[in-house]
């Protein structure tokens, strides 16, 4: 059975969240994402820390902290769930309610541009909005989902009473328009990028099917894949466009603002 969410206080617990969180990256010595020391020193600073047990497991958890400007924004530094049983949405919801309950108006988080589901989830499911592209964010990454590659990340900005939003947390996902002009800035042409055009209003960019899967089988094509998104998704946002949806759980809609 799988109990709500709620905020984890114990050393017991940070272990625990630890586990988990190692069980899903499998990372390097050393390379955990968050340690047991920390996450008490975060939880006993009045930070968020919180987590979903499923018959006596732990099953998701999440940690975030405080972040400029103070009072107004929660940072979601990590955050690992089982797949396919709603805990990750369960989580995100929790989170927002412990930071409306604060008086704290937005959370952002990073991830990676070229995870298709994590772009789904994101930007559909959660109703929040990619405003950043931040290359190599983290260097080199050893773990084993991240083999190496190139740390790109997104940062995503929830902002918690947002129509969009609160439309999400009544699970009615966010489905975008595309329009008859739209251009493609990058396509997927038998799973190789393929740019195109980036000058017309509406811009569609394409991720791979499964990045995680194509760094173990073709590293080289994986690393095409970075490049290409990094310089048309990336640099699009850096000449002042927006990410406004992700199409069909493909690719993404980016619009110019006049």
Request: glycine share 10%.
């Amino acid at each position: 059975m799988t109990a709500a969410p709620r905020e984890l206080h114990s050393v017991q617990e940070f272990e625990d969240v630890f586990q988990l969180f190692d069980d899903i990256w499998h990372p390097e010595p050393g390379g955990a994402p968050i340690s047991v020391e920390l996450m008490r020193a975060l939880s006993h600073a009045g930070n968020y820390v919180a987590g979903v047990y499923e018959d006596g497991r732990l099953a998701g958890a999440s940690v975030g902290f405080l972040a400029a400007p103070a009072g107004r924004v929660l940072h979601s530094h990590v955050t690992g769930a089982a797949a396919g049983r709603g805990i990750g949405f369960a989580l995100k919801t929790h989170q927002r309610a412990w930071a409306l309950e604060r008086g704290i108006e937005r959370i952002t988080w990073t991830y990676d541009p070229l995870v298709r589901r994590n772009a789904y989830f994101n930007l559909a499911k959660l109703g929040a909005r990619p405003e950043e592209y931040l290359p190599s964010f983290y260097g080199v990454m050893e773990d084993a989902i991240n083999a190496g590659d190139e740390s790109d990340r997104m940062l995503a900005v929830w902002r918690l009473t947002d129509p969009r939003v609160l439309a999400a947390v009544r699970r009615e996902p966010y489905v975008p328009v595309v329009p008859a002009d739209a251009a493609v800035g990058l396509a997927d042409a038998d799973g190789r990028p393929v740019p195109g055009r980036t000058d017309a209003g509406t811009v569609l960019v394409a991720v791979p099917e499964d990045i995680e899967s194509l760094r173990r089988t073709d590293p080289g094509l994986a690393k095409a894949w970075r490049h290409a998104v990094r310089d048309v998704l990336g640099g699009l946002l850096e000449e002042g466009a927006q990410v406004t949806g992700f199409h069909r759980r493909t690719c993404y809609i980016v619009e110019r603002t006049v």
